[in-house]
């Protein structure tokens, strides 16, 4: 299972970190991933650490987000900086055992979902 945390209140330009925790598999041998879906409209994919190998990002979240791990501790993080307000959505962080390069960005790669953390930027 998957937990996500980490979500709240923020101004712009102000920061955030997100944590997702599993429990069971360890999340060094997943691609895990963080979506998030903005009100009103479909989930997007934001980031991911794909095979526990390296860093992929949404082309418009580069230079801003950084997604990390900690294998000790089971969590991957997502680190929110110069927040927008058009960053505000519900963040939910996946994994996937059978993820590839090609459908990294896919919601239908992953198999485990966490409950979603809100974060809401304010202008």
């Known amino acids: 299972q998957l937990q996500a945390s980490g979500g709240g209140l923020v101004q712009a330009w102000g920061s955030l970190r997100l944590s997702c925790v599993a429990s069971?598999?360890?999340?060094?041998?997943?691609?895990v991933a963080w979506f998030r879906q903005a009100p009103g409209k479909e989930r997007d994919f934001a980031a991911s650490?794909?095979?526990?190998?390296?860093?992929v990002y949404a082309e418009s979240l580069k230079g801003r987000f950084t997604v990390s791990r900690d294998n000790a501790k089971n969590t991957v993080y997502l680190q929110m900086n110069s927040l927008r307000p058009e960053d505000t959505a519900v963040y939910y962080c996946?994994?996937?055992?059978?993820?590839?390069?090609?459908?990294?960005?896919?919601?239908?790669?992953?198999?485990?979902w966490g409950q979603g953390t809100l974060v809401t930027v304010s202008s």
């Open positions: 069971g598999r360890p999340l060094s041998t997943l691609t």
């Open positions: 996946a994994a996937g055992s059978s993820v590839i390069r090609s459908n990294i960005a896919s919601q239908s790669a992953y198999g485990q």
């Open positions: 650490f794909f095979r526990g190998q390296y860093a």
